[in-house]
């Protein structure tokens, strides 16, 4: 009781004040929605970092993800790659930062040292009792990252497909910048005639169209909407 007391002193009984409901949806038109692509983009089978300024492809079936600190990409069958970063002094070399005790299980004859796409690269095989790891370390601009794929054996499939993400790494260009799409808050006005089905089908990319569009703007299934009124979708840009 009294803390209801308290809150209608401030502001006001139920349904009195000024909502600006207009001013509010004109705010948030525009903004992102979902990651920001300064963490980087995911298209189809790539990864697209704009600030970094790399790239790279994983194989066929696998689904990319952006995690914290990371991007992980996990197979059907049991596969999976993360791509990180790590601290590295300028004057350790990435063979010998490789061997430095941080991936267990490393065979230190497998490890080799190459070229990529201009950029300088090192690989190794990693082996423990349950795991299988083929790890590759880059230099970019005095940056370092990592590919650690791990697979329960080492088979010939493995190998290619860690072989093939490696080879796609590579700094970006403009028209790998051009491809980043960003997902945004778009505002649109019911007409006469439009159904919750009508503005949520504006939503093209997005499988569960339907169920965003309830959540975004507080609706239930069934509910209608009004001809005049605003609503939230999400519009690729």
Do not use: C
């Not at 696998?62 to 995690?67: D, G, P, T």
């Amino acid at each position: 009781q009294t803390a209801t007391e308290t809150a209608r002193s401030i502001f006001g009984a139920p349904g009195i004040g000024e909502q600006d409901r207009k001013g509010y949806m004109a705010g948030i038109e525009g903004l992102d929605f979902g990651p920001s692509a300064s963490q980087g983009a995911i298209v189809g089978q790539r990864f697209i970092h704009p600030g970094l300024r790399v790239t790279f492809r994983v194989p066929p079936g696998y689904k990319l993800q952006i995690a914290q600190g990371a991007v992980v990409a996990v197979a059907g069958d049991g596969e999976a790659v993360r791509f990180d970063s790590a601290e590295v002094p300028p004057s350790m070399a990435l063979v010998d930062y490789l061997k430095s005790g941080w991936i267990a299980g490393l065979q230190p004859d497998s490890v080799t040292s190459r070229q990529v796409n201009g950029i300088d690269t090192a690989s190794g095989v990693a082996i423990t009792d349950q795991w299988a790891f083929r790890v590759s370390v880059m230099r970019v601009d005095g940056d370092v990252y990592r590919f650690i794929f791990a697979a329960k054996t080492d088979s010939t499939a493995f190998k290619a497909g860690a072989d093939a993400t490696l080879e796609s790494f590579r700094r970006t260009d403009a028209k790998d910048l051009a491809e980043i799409r960003r997902a945004v808050i778009e505002v649109v006005t019911a007409r006469p005639g439009d159904t919750a089905d009508s503005l949520a089908r504006r939503m093209s990319g997005f499988t569960k169209g339907m169920e965003l569009f309830y959540v975004l703007n507080d609706l239930y299934p069934g509910d209608p909407v009004t001809p005049g009124d605003d609503y939230k979708i999400i519009a690729v840009r």
